[in-house]
Structures are given as C-alpha cells and as structure tokens.
Nanobody
Framework: QVQLVESGGGLVQPGGSLRLSCAASGFTFSSAFMRWYRQAPGKEREFVATITSTGSNTAYGDSVKGRFTISRHNGKNTVYLQMNSLNPEDTAVYYC?????????WGRGTQVTVSS
C-alpha cells in the first residue's frame, strides 16, 4: 500500500532553515509527481510545492517562492523541502502528497513551528 512518511520538522527561530523529508513506498516513485502542502491552525490546507517525476520541473505557492526548494532522490524514494528564511507565518503541519492511480494519498505530516 502507498505510504508517505514525513520527517524533519521542529522548532526554528525566524530567519532560520529546515529541511523536510518524505519517504515514499508502495508505488512507482520515479513515475509520480510529488507535492508538499501545509495547514496552519484554523486555516485550509495550502499548496506549497510540486515536482515532476524526473525532478526537471518544479512549481511553488506564492507565499514560499524564492525561499523554499523542492527536490527528490528517485534512488531513495524520497522528496525533500528545503525551507529558508522562515517566518512565523510558515508555522504549520507540512504534508507530503501523491496522486497515484486516481487516488490522493497523504502522509501524517510533520510540525514546523517558527518562533523566537
């Protein structure tokens, strides 16, 4: 079965950086577009970034452009989210997502808290 396991979240000061990882299994990772979303308390889930199956193309939500970078390692079945210049508005649970054979799958998420 499809499994997505996020890691790398934590508490970071404003201006700091974190790198999230999402380990994937149960599907052909190298054939799938992968995405990151986030959800802050009391807000709807928000698109963060996506990457094509080969990693040749990426796209970002407006609020993270220029600060976040999505990447992947197909040999390790892992997608990453490098987050720089973090600010308190980036505080949220970050989720990994894949659409595979018509079904949307989500990980359990990893908490990112940006606070001094």
């Amino acid at each position: 079965q499809v499994q997505l396991v996020e890691s790398g979240g934590g508490l970071v000061q404003p201006g700091g950086s974190l790198r999230l990882s999402c380990a994937a299994s149960g599907f052909t990772f190298s054939s799938a577009f992968m995405r990151w979303y986030r959800q802050a308390p009391g807000k709807e889930r928000e698109f963060v970034a996506t990457i094509t199956s080969t990693g040749s193309n990426t796209a970002y939500g407006d609020s993270v452009k220029g600060r976040f970078t999505i990447s992947r390692h197909n040999g390790k079945n892992t997608v990453y989210l490098q987050m720089n210049s973090l600010n308190p508005e980036d505080t949220a649970v970050y989720y990994c997502n894949v659409d595979w054979q018509g079904v949307k799958y989500w990980g359990r998420g990893t908490q990112v808290t940006v606070s001094s």
